[in-house]
Each structure stands twice: as C-alpha cells, then as structure tokens.
C-alpha cells in the first residue's frame, strides 16, 4: 500500500517524520498515525458493508411482495375467465350446431318418409300416371335443393373480441443524466423520420403535427396535411401508414388533420385527435 519516503509533514499531526505515503489519498502519514489512518479506512468499509447488507435484505422483502403475487393472480384470474368464456361459446356454438342440423335433417327425413310411402301404394295398386311421376321428381328436386342448402352453413366469427387482452404496463423512471456546469447541447440534429420533402410516400411525411413514442422506441406521427397516422421504427428509412390514409373524410377510415395520437397499450389500440373531424377516435392496430 505504501512506499517510504523522506521525512515530510504527516498529514494528521503536522510534524516532519519518517512518514509513508497512502497510495489511495497520497498522504503522507507518520508511522504511528499511518495504523490509525488504516483503521478509519477498515471502519469505512464496515459501514459500507453494512449499508450494503440492508439493501441485500430490502430487495430480498422486494422480490417477497404480496404486490407482485397479486398481480400474478390477476393474471391467472383473466386466464380462467378467458378459458372458461370460450369453451362455454364453443359449447353454445355445437349445441346450436347440432340442434340446427337434427331439425333441419330431421324435416327431410319426414318428407322422404311421406314420398316412400306414396310411391310404395302406387306401386301396390298399379294406380299412378304421368302427372304423379312429374310431382315425384319434382319433390325429390326440391329435398335435393334443401339438402345443398344444408352444406352452406358456415361458421361467422365476430369482429369484437370475445376476450380482453391484457398486457403487463411496466412505468419505468428514467432519470435524466446529470449535466454539468459546462455542458452543452449538440449543435446539429438528426433526422429520424421523413426528411425527403414533403409527400405521401412511405418516406415522406406533410406537415407532420405531432409525435408519440412507445416503450419499443417506435414513433406514431399525426401526419396532418396527409390525413394519417404513420408508424415509423427506430433507424428505418420508411414508415407505414396505421391510420387514415384513405383522403380527408369523416368515414370510420378516414381522418381530417389530425394532430396528436396516443398508443392505448392495454386494449391495443391508437387514440387520435382527429381535428377536422372535431372528434377524437379510437383506432385498433
């Protein structure tokens, strides 16, 4: 730790002594104060071994919150909910299925019964004509015509979701960087979006109103003068229309100037001021 010199002012008693210099703080220290700088140096580091076993056993009490068991339990709760709510629209689904398919079968089956048994007496008493074959074709016509009718039916699912999906919202704090006295802002910016004249190319933007950034760092720009919201990536050279684009109009896909947009993360969807249309609108991505 240290290297002898000549005699010099020891730091602590001021007297000119052999002394040793401390390679951390380069203070010379005579040899008696020398073991009492060392041992405030053991005393500091006991502090800072305490103050780090303290925060060893708050993050131990952390991990073992209830809060997060709480919210896991949420989640297992949406879990079930979710399961049970579509094996129960599933089972509603085939019992209305097969009940459908019983009663619309079984009225055929009737008719056929009704038809065999016509044509077996007519057959037994040798008494039919021309005009009862023609009304037997064409009953067999029409049950072939309901029989294909049968195999049109087809399963429609609903543009509203039968769950909500839930996502896990973490707020970071992002605590700024400490500037000093002398620091100083960069003179030139960088352009991250549009930049190649005003247009409606996927590289370009008109008038761009505002902006709204995402935990992923992906931009949503009310693209005003374009009548749309653009989605626009970290480092990509392009965005992609997500919103709007159809022209200026008040149709449920159009937008009229609009100037902010916001990302609505837990029912994934985008809320925008659609300033034209003096309305704000929800928007699903």
Not at 262 to 274: F, R
Request: proline share 2%; hydrophobic share 30%; glycine share 6%.
């Amino acid at each position: 730790m240290a290297t002898v010199a000549s005699k010099a002012q020891c730091g602590t008693c001021g007297k000119e002594k052999s002394t040793s210099r401390c390679d951390g703080c380069s203070q010379p220290f005579c040899y008696n104060h020398l073991v009492d700088h060392r041992q405030e140096l053991n005393k500091q580091l006991d502090e800072v071994e305490v103050s780090r076993d303290l925060f060893r056993q708050t993050l131990t009490d952390q991990s073992a919150k209830s809060e997060t068991q709480a919210l896991v339990k949420q989640i297992d709760e949406w879990e079930q909910d979710s399961i049970d709510k579509i094996r129960q629209t599933a089972s509603e689904a085939r019992q209305s299925l097969l009940k459908h398919t019983t009663k619309y079968l079984t009225e055929i089956e009737i008719k056929l019964n009704i038809l065999t048994k016509q044509l077996r007496e007519s057959r037994a008493e040798n008494d039919f004509v021309e005009a009862d074959l023609q009304q037997w074709k064409t009953q067999l016509t029409q049950m072939n015509h309901e029989l294909d009718k049968f195999s049109t039916i087809m399963i429609q699912q609903y543009l509203t979701p039968l769950i909500n999906t839930i996502r896990v919202n973490v707020s970071v704090s992002s605590d700024l960087p400490h500037l000093g006295i002398d620091a100083k802002w960069r003179r030139h910016g960088i352009t991250v979006a549009g930049g190649n004249g005003q247009g409606s190319r996927n590289n370009q933007l008109s008038n761009p109103y505002s902006c709204y950034i995402d935990e992923d760092e992906t931009m949503y720009i009310a693209d005003y003068s374009n009548h749309s919201i653009v989605e626009w990536k970290r480092g990509a050279t392009n965005g992609q229309i997500v919103a709007g684009g159809n022209g200026s109009g008040n149709q449920n896909n159009q937008l009229n100037g609009p100037i902010s947009v916001i990302v609505d993360e837990v029912n994934d969807c985008l809320i925008i001021s659609d300033c034209g249309n003096q309305r704000v609108i929800r928007w699903p991505r």
